[in-house]
């Protein structure tokens, strides 16, 4: 699960409630606001918790957003590459943001490319804001024609509300899938527990059933105070996954 869920909670809180909720890893929202954050100095003692709880750091997710016009984004991307190298996490989320410049977004990777090969950290976009299906997003990492080291992240919403069946996104992804977001929205996007909204979440499940790759509940708590804690989706997730999982 993503502390995204849990903001202001201590690693350590939030590492004993995803264990205590059966999750196998987390994923660390890097952001000001949070305990984990570009200028972290004790990346040892979020490592530690983290592990003491018998979890795995699943990604980190980041905010850069590698479409955005204006300068310093290069080194903010090689700024969650070291942070993901001290935390010993496996990837990076970033968004596209901007309004679509490819060519810029497929730069600025491959600016950062050799500090992603020597932390052996992987680089996820997420299908979000300017690229929200895959046909889309693909165009910023199929140059890269390697999936090991780029490659998408999928949120469950953002494709399906944009109009790309989660069939189709399945398929265009292939080897980039890298990485999926368990989330549900109901009428006006507002985050519902998975099963409870309009996202086709069975649909999604059945999709996934061969793949072997991270599956993380994200709710947006952080954006939507008023919603249920953590507690009450992380059990819609467990009952959803119980019955995808395979």
């Known amino acids: 699960m993503s502390t995204l869920g849990m903001p202001g909670i201590p690693v350590r809180e939030?590492?004993?409630?995803?264990?205590?909720?059966?999750?196998?890893?987390?994923?660390?929202?890097?952001?000001?606001d949070e305990e984990v954050h570009l200028g972290l100095?004790?990346?040892?003692?979020?490592?530690?918790?983290?592990?003491?709880?018998?979890?795995?750091?699943?990604a980190l997710a980041g905010y850069v957003q590698v479409c955005a016009p204006g300068p310093g984004v290069v080194d903010e991307l090689r700024a969650l590459i070291d942070l993901a190298a001290r935390l010993h996490a496996p990837a990076?989320?970033?968004?596209?943001?901007?309004?679509?410049?490819?060519?810029r977004a497929v730069e600025r990777i491959a600016a950062v490319l050799p500090d992603l090969a020597a932390a052996?950290?992987?680089?996820?976009?997420?299908?979000?804001?300017?690229h929200l299906t895959a046909e889309s997003v693909l165009r910023l990492v199929e140059p890269f024609a390697d999936p090991a080291r780029v490659a998408v992240l999928w949120d469950a919403?953002?494709?399906?509300?944009?109009?790309?069946?989660?069939?189709?996104?399945?398929?265009?992804?292939?080897?980039?899938?890298?990485?999926?977001?368990?989330?549900?929205?109901?009428?006006?996007?507002?985050?519902?527990?998975?099963?409870?909204?309009?996202?086709?979440?069975?649909?999604?499940?059945?999709?996934?059933?061969?793949?072997?790759g991270w599956i993380s509940l994200e709710w947006e708590r952080a954006w939507h105070p008023e919603i249920a804690p953590i507690d009450v989706p992380l059990r819609a997730a467990a009952r959803w996954?119980?019955?995808w999982g395979g």
């Open 241 to 243: 996954l119980a019955r």
């Open 157 to 212: 919403l953002h494709p399906w509300r944009a109009g790309e069946p989660p069939a189709r996104t399945r398929a265009l992804l292939g080897e980039y899938l890298g990485y999926f977001q368990l989330k549900d929205a109901a009428a006006g996007l507002t985050p519902v527990p998975p099963g409870e909204g309009e996202v086709p979440l069975a649909e999604c499940g059945r999709l996934l059933r061969p793949w072997s």
């Open 120 to 130: 052996g950290v992987r680089l996820l976009v997420e299908t979000h804001d300017s």
């Open 41 to 58: 100095s004790n990346a040892a003692a979020v490592r530690e918790q983290i592990s003491e709880a018998g979890l795995e750091i699943s």
């Open 92 to 103: 990076i989320r970033v968004f596209p943001g901007g309004t679509g410049e490819d060519g």
């Open 14 to 32: 939030s590492a004993a409630i995803a264990a205590a909720h059966g999750c196998a890893g987390l994923e660390l929202r890097v952001h000001a």
